[in-house]
């Protein structure tokens, strides 16, 4: 093979020429999965609603589906880097599974509790405490640099397209043939995303330093590696804070359409049908678009335009309605241009061998920051109003927007982008040295020294 028919990853390595059949085969049976699970994660919530009618049970099934992802996704950024990903992402997918077959039998049976679902809620959420890292660690090692966006954002439209018809498909199952049709369905859904990945070779670079380590010190060596870039840091606490102001009004949009605007539950269900066309709207752009190569200034941009829909949203008068929606949707594209950026920028600026740990840290921080800004904007939000509230917090996210691309360290992430190279590390040389030989070689010769990979 000579060097112009190599086609390297985003990390350096080796593609095959069939890299676009592997990431195809990935992604359709997650797909199929997220359908499944968004289906059967609506199917709880309306059984917890038909059962209790209780808003305190709702909000601690909510913390129970936030929480433990954002606390054990360091943990699964270790487990992401220290073994194979692959088998990592196999564990996670087919434990949610087989959680959802057996509650899906003992509904059948008659015994279902809101104890059961909420045992099906905290393992569907650890389950992505170490499949995210993982999922999100292999990518740079799948696909070409120029793709890697395009691939972090299929993750994004995913979820919004999922959003938009899962609930629905959820609720005609529940109520046509019962709720146990719903977990036997997500069951054969991990199985499908299972065998996607079981098909696929995915190859897993070992970070040999990790081997004889404690597992704290592996979580400290991930977090040096992600504190180590200033610029990155700076752009992970911007948008953390960014999700802390902009969570509540997930919570808080059915509010506004029936106390401003006066609507119904049908007005409700337009606002948020308005969202998630505007979630897919702006991922397309980016996947087709590619993001250019600002990525931070990208991410700037976006909330600038969330926060400027945000607060004009709170000066709407009562009888614009309409406005509202199409603002809604507005924000919505500004809010798909920020999770593919964040992760490309993470996944650039961190050596691979430790991709999992800095990913891991990155889910965590914006994990617990939706619950805790849900708390803080709900009494926010009790305190002042619904349409003020709209008016501040679009005038956070606004100022975070103006603000954050003014660090000269966030502005270098950038420039490291248009380079076109991965980022390093303060720490002494180890597989990083050899990456960077293996480039240079692939450079010289015909055949690339790469770091220790398992292709499985």
Known sequence: MTESTTILSAAGQPLPKRWLVIIATIWAGQAVSMITSYAAGYAAVWYITETTGSALMLAAATICAYLPQGLLSPFGGVIADKYNRKIVMIVADMSVGVVSLILGIFILLGKASFALIIVMIIVRSIGQAFHGPAMMAAMPLLVPEKHLLRINTLDQLLMSLASIGAPAFGIFLYTAIG???????????????????????????????????????????????????????????????????????????????????????????????????????????????????????????????VGAATAACGLLSPNMYWVFVALCAVMAVGCGWFNGPLITLVQKNVPPEKNGRALGFTTAAIGLASPVGVAIGGVTAEAIGIAPFFLVDGILCLALGLLIYLPKSVRALDRTTAAGGLGTSNNPPTETSDLQASEQAAEAAEQPTALPVEQR
């Open 179 to 305: 709720f146990y049709s719903v977990m036997f369905l997500d069951f054969l859904g991990a199985c499908v995303a299972v065998a996607g990945l079981a098909l696929a070779k995915i190859p897993t670079i070992h970070d040999e330093t990790t081997d004889n380590q404690h597992v704290l010190a592996n979580m400290k060596d991930g977090w040096m590696a992600l504190s180590a870039n200033r610029g990155l840091m700076i752009l992970i606490v911007g948008i953390t804070i960014g999700m802390m102001a902009f969570a509540p009004l997930g919570a808080v949009f059915p509010l506004m359409t029936y106390s401003h605007f006066g609507g119904d539950g049908y007005a409700a269900s337009i606002v948020e049908a308005a969202f998630g066309i505007g979630m897919v709207v702006g991922s397309i752009i980016l996947m087709v678009w590619g993001g250019g190569k600002r990525l931070a200034g990208l991410m700037a941009v976006a909330a600038i335009i």
